[in-house]
């Protein structure tokens, strides 16, 4: 399957512009084979067909919508090519309900894997803002700033490199983890952090690939 969906920006009159349904899913189908070569031609290619708009939100749209998108060609574009395109990426993600911030957290960076994607320190951070504002825009009952949830995730990233570093022999205990991440996050409670520092201590870290 091409992933062709109804809700993708198509320009108007394209439905009678061309000439059946299997044309057009020839044309998504060859876009994402170029997609997986290089992104940038497999967006430009939509484009001279008159397919795609170049407005970001249109483009963040179809990536968001397609299925068979190679998350490394998918980020590699996002995050090294298309900074605006990635705003309107993020916005579409749902995280509403989803009380579990570090297993949110993780879905996120499986499509973003900071080392298949070769993302420096700068980049995760980038990435992380963009999260923190999101998520804290679909959860408003924890009632947690953006730069809160930025400040927790990026505790989260320290805690899972700690617990799962071999060099590191002393490892963080909860009440390390929950007294840093206090000291620049003091509205947090205890219990919270309690549950976030169970779940990567069980479950693992929260960017592990």
Avoid at 121 to 147: T, V, W
Avoid at 174 to 187: A, L, Q
Wanted: hydrophobic share 40%; aromatic share 12%; charged share 25%.
């Amino acid at each position: 399957s091409s992933g062709i969906n109804a809700e993708w920006p198509l320009r108007p009159g394209l439905q009678q512009s061309w000439e059946s349904f299997k044309k057009l899913y020839l044309v998504f189908d060859e876009a994402q084979l170029i997609f997986a070569v290089n992104p940038l031609k497999g967006i430009e290619y939509l484009q001279d067909k008159n397919i795609l708009s170049n407005v970001p939100s249109d483009i963040a749209l179809y990536l968001h919508k397609s299925q068979r998108l190679k998350r490394e060609e998918l980020c590699n574009y996002l995050v090294q090519h298309r900074m605006d395109v990635l705003e309107e990426y993020v916005k579409l993600e749902d995280y509403s309900n989803q009380a579990v911030l570090p297993n949110v957290l993780r879905q996120f960076f499986r499509k973003f894997p900071a080392v298949a994607c070769n993302l420096t320190k700068d980049k995760i951070a980038l990435l992380l803002s963009r999260f923190s504002m999101r998520y804290s825009e679909c959860n408003p009952q924890h009632g947690f700033s953006a730069d809160i949830i930025y400040n927790i995730c990026c505790s989260l990233m320290l805690l899972g490199y700690d617990l799962t570093h071999p060099l590191i022999k002393n490892k963080m205990s909860k009440r390390e983890f929950i007294r840093n991440t206090r000291h620049i996050t003091p509205d947090v409670s205890r219990e919270f952090l309690g549950h976030v520092y169970d779940n990567v201590y069980l479950i693992g870290p929260v960017a592990a690939e």
